[in-house]
């Protein structure tokens, strides 16, 4: 059917190794802000994820072209080179092999979905709940603070097929069990199981961003939706173009000299390379 992917860093080797060790894999396209793209369809394209630890030159480049029309000019010099170069050159690529793409025509997938490639799967059964309990782990007021800030929300949950589906909701309110979600009618599973949450925001450029991540407990039942999230992470990049290059260009000097000192690098080669996975 095609391929699209994404690249990421050495900085960020749990999500590298998760999809090394399970290759499913979806990509929501989600939002239409600071783009160029007409349409305001919600897209969910999920298929196989391979993993380009060493990418050429060439492709390298091309990214840095292909890059520029959505994060502006590439700053250079000698001091931006030296700065930069991890950030630019130490790149990670996941490409992804389509297997299904499915489309609704507007942003809240409300209306009615068109699947192209695998069909769509049968519900999920629900899962055993976990020794902790299902009840939220974290203040769910403070949580609700955190993100009411950030515009966009979606939900993912492990689909019968293994591949994850990510779907946009809204937050109509919460409680001590957890927050309450209004999400397109049919496409949550009944019961219990463990899903991802994920709000954010972001700038032209993005200069300016904002995200909370949550891991939780999802319950579905004919009254409605709950959300009981276990776990809280959050960043914050400042809204300044100079700033945020010269955080982007540490940061990926450090996560390099850490992935390479405590053995990540070694680890995700090991996870590449053809044949079982320990």
């Known amino acids: 059917m095609g391929r699209v992917g994404f690249t990421t860093s050495l900085g960020f080797p749990k999500k590298l190794e998760r999809i090394l060790r399970d290759p499913h894999v979806s990509l929501a396209y989600h939002t239409r802000e600071h783009g ?4 305001n369809a919600y897209v969910l394209a999920q298929g196989a994820a391979s993993v380009d630890l060493r990418p050429s030159p060439e492709r390298l480049a091309e990214l840095m072209r292909a890059s520029e029309p959505f994060l502006g000019e590439t700053k250079r010099g000698p001091v931006w080179d030296w700065l930069l170069r991890e950030y630019h050159q130490e790149r990670v690529f996941v490409d992804v092999e389509i297997e299904r793409v499915t489309v609704w025509p ?39 603070r955190q993100i ?30 957890g927050l309450h979600l209004d999400v397109p009618s049919g496409l949550l599973p009944p019961g219990g199981r463990r899903a991802g949450f994920l709000a954010h925001a972001f700038q032209p450029q993005c200069v300016g961003l904002g995200m909370r991540t949550l891991t939780g407990w999802l319950t579905v039942t004919d009254e409605g939706a709950i959300y009981s999230p276990h776990t809280s992470k959050g960043l914050a990049a400042p809204p300044y173009k100079t700033l945020l290059t010269v955080s982007n260009g540490l940061l990926a000097k450090y996560g390099l000299w850490r992935a390479r000192r405590d053995g990540t690098a070694a680890r995700l080669q090991h996870l590449a390379a053809p044949g079982p996975v320990d």
């Open 36 to 39: 160029f793209a007409s349409s």
């Open 106 to 144: 507007d942003l809240a997938a409300r209306d009615a979905m068109t699947v192209t490639g695998a069909t769509w799967p049968e519900a999920p059964i629900e899962q055993k709940p976990p020794k902790n309990g299902t009840g939220p782990r974290v203040e769910v007021p403070a949580v609700a």
């Open 148 to 177: 009411s800030g950030l515009p966009h929300r979606v939900l993912a949950y492990r689909g019968a097929d293994g591949f994850p589906v990510i779907l946009p909701v809204r937050v109509t309110g919460h409680d001590d069990a």
